[in-house]
């Protein structure tokens, strides 16, 4: 079964900054795929990055990188030069064969000015 | 840009009483799915759905809970008699297949959920 660990229920970071945030995960399946989402105050999910267990290189999207360590099963979300707009629940997910998505309890990021 | 829409944004529902949560996904997209997001917790995968039938459920999907797409457009989550513990904001998200990428890359889409109040 998959099991999406986040262990910072909270995290604070100064504006400009850069942040990490952790994500451990268990699967058996050899192929999946690992996500995160960002839920601002108003609830929406919004798609951030994602990493492919088979991909080489660590996957970045402007100011988001993941910092893909496979055989430690860690995929952590690295955000740089923070902004107060990053303030928000950060969501780590997996994806296997199956098709659905497990997520992880969440971090609330908190940017300070 | 194409997104996935919800409606209604907000239901408030008696105890028992059966509510339908209604989605339309992508147009392009042939994955289909919901998830709940009980206030200030985790989002917990409820069902997928593909070529018309349930691709896998949770344990939380029992009887109570069924999923239909009636026509081509609409994807709905019916809870047949509510109970309070089913509060929550309920997502609906879709992802497309695609070529060339494996399948547990699906990058999904989520509508802006649905907030079900049961009193």
């Known amino acids: 079964a998959q099991k999406i660990t986040q262990t910072q229920p909270g995290m604070f970071v100064q504006e400009k900054e850069a942040v990490t945030l952790d994500c451990t995960y268990d699967?058996?399946?050899?192929?999946?795929?690992l996500f995160w989402y960002k839920q601002p105050s108003s609830g929406e999910m919004i798609f951030l990055i994602y990493?492919?267990?088979?991909?080489?290189q660590n996957a970045t999207e402007g100011r988001y990188s993941l910092n893909f360590q496979k055989a430690r099963k860690s995929a952590n979300l690295v955000i740089s030069a923070s902004q107060l707009g990053d303030s928000a629940m950060y969501f780590c997910?997996?994806?296997?064969?199956?098709?659905?998505?497990?997520f992880g309890a969440g971090t609330r990021l908190t940017v300070k000015p | 840009e194409p997104e996935v829409t919800q409606t209604p944004s907000h239901q408030v529902t008696q105890m028992g009483q059966e509510v339908i949560l209604r989605c339309v996904p992508i147009?392009?997209?042939?994955?289909f799915y919901w998830y709940r997001q009980i206030l200030g917790q985790k989002v917990e995968f409820l069902v997928s759905?593909?070529?018309?039938?349930?691709?896998?459920k949770s344990e939380i999907f029992d009887d109570q809970f069924s999923v239909e797409r009636p026509d081509g457009s609409n994807f709905t989550l019916k809870i047949r008699s509510t109970k309070l513990e089913d509060s929550a904001m309920y997502f609906c998200?879709?992802?497309?297949?695609?070529?060339?990428?494996?399948?547990?890359?699906?990058?999904?889409?989520f509508g802006p959920g649905t907030r079900l109040t049961v009193l």
């Open positions: 759905f593909y070529n018309n039938e349930i691709s896998e």
């Open positions: 990493q492919g267990s088979y991909d080489q």
């Open positions: 147009s392009n997209h042939l994955y």
């Open positions: 997910a997996m994806s296997d064969n199956n098709n659905d998505m497990r």
């Open positions: 699967t058996s399946d050899p192929s999946y795929g």
């Open positions: 998200a879709s992802s497309a297949v695609l070529a060339g990428k494996p399948r547990s890359y699906n990058e999904q889409f």
